[in-house]
């Protein structure tokens, strides 16, 4: 792996992948996003890792695709391409994914922690779309998740006119989790990750499963969805192994079978 590190696993079932193209803010490049995925797909098909951390570094969580490899791309380029496909996988992946954003999250950036399930973010943290700054606009999903999570006013206002939001406003809007002090915010990361690491992995994977299907369903289809893996999750030892715990008035030991 050339742009991305996979960092040797601090805690127990959580693994952490930093993007690491410092120079150019993260930027997003083919190669970085390729990495990513095939990383991804394989910490997602393995048992010893449970919640995945994808950060940047204190600067940048990352500043976007990489203008400078669009620049001078056709549109049958971009297509023949297919960038987006990599894209496609990484909303397949199955165990919950924590932004750990400090700095820059912008356009693909920012789309990229969209695309993960919950955002950590540092005091200095800026959100923003600012692809109609450089006559585009969002491309992978900044016009659809970033309008789902904020509502249409604010949505519209970053999207037209490019504005970064801070730390402080992302989290007003919806659009994070939490904000804590640069120094800590890969600390708050690994804190959320452990809580969820300590849960049943098949419970935690059909919960997320289900709570997305709320973005792409009908009320009622979305119910019938969540039924479904409530009812599936009896096949589960863990959870005969989670209500025989509680009954037992002890701590549940999670095997993820
Ligand atoms: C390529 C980038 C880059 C980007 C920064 N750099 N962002 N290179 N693509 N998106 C490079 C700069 O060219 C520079 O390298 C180095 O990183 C440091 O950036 P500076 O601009 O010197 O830093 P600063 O003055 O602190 O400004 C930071 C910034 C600015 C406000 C984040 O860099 C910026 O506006 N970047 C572009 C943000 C953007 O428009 N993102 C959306 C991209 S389109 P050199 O070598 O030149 O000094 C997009 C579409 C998504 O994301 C579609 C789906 C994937």
């Known amino acids: 792996m050339e742009f991305i590190i996979i960092h040797q696993q601090a805690q127990p079932y959580i693994a952490h992948i930093q993007l690491n193209r410092p120079k150019e803010l993260n930027a997003l490049n083919l190669q970085l996003m390729q990495e990513l995925r095939d990383t991804l797909k394989a910490l997602d098909e393995d048992d010893q890792v449970r919640v995945i951390i994808i950060s940047g570094n204190d600067k940048a969580f990352a500043a976007g695709a990489d203008i400078k490899q669009m620049a001078g791309k ?50 200095s943290a800026r959100f923003g779309q600012p692809e109609i700054r450089i006559g585009v606009m969002p491309g992978a999903g900044g016009t659809q998740r970033l309008t789902r999570a904020v509502g249409k006013a604010l949505a519209m206002e970053m999207v037209l006119t490019g504005r970064f939001i801070t730390a402080e406003a992302a989290l007003q809007a919806g659009l994070i989790n939490k904000i ?16 969820i690491a300590q849960l049943s992995p098949l419970a935690v994977k059909m919960a997320k499963e289900s709570v997305l299907r709320a973005f792409d369903s009908t009320l009622e289809e979305g119910l019938h969805f969540e039924r479904k893996n409530f009812y599936l999750l009896f096949a589960s030892e863990d959870q005969k192994e989670g209500m025989q715990a509680f009954m037992e008035k002890r701590p549940p030991v999670f095997t993820g079978k």
Request: with cysteine.
């Open 74 to 123: 056709t549109a049958i380029d971009m297509y023949n391409v297919d960038q987006f496909s990599t894209w496609d996988t990484i909303k397949k992946i199955k165990k919950p994914l924590i932004a750990a954003v400090s700095g820059f999250a912008l356009g693909g950036g920012c789309e990229l922690a969209m695309l993960c399930d919950m955002i950590v973010a540092s005091e």
């Open 180 to 195: 804590v002090p640069v120094e800590l915010y890969l600390t708050e990361a690994f804190r959320l990750a452990a809580e």
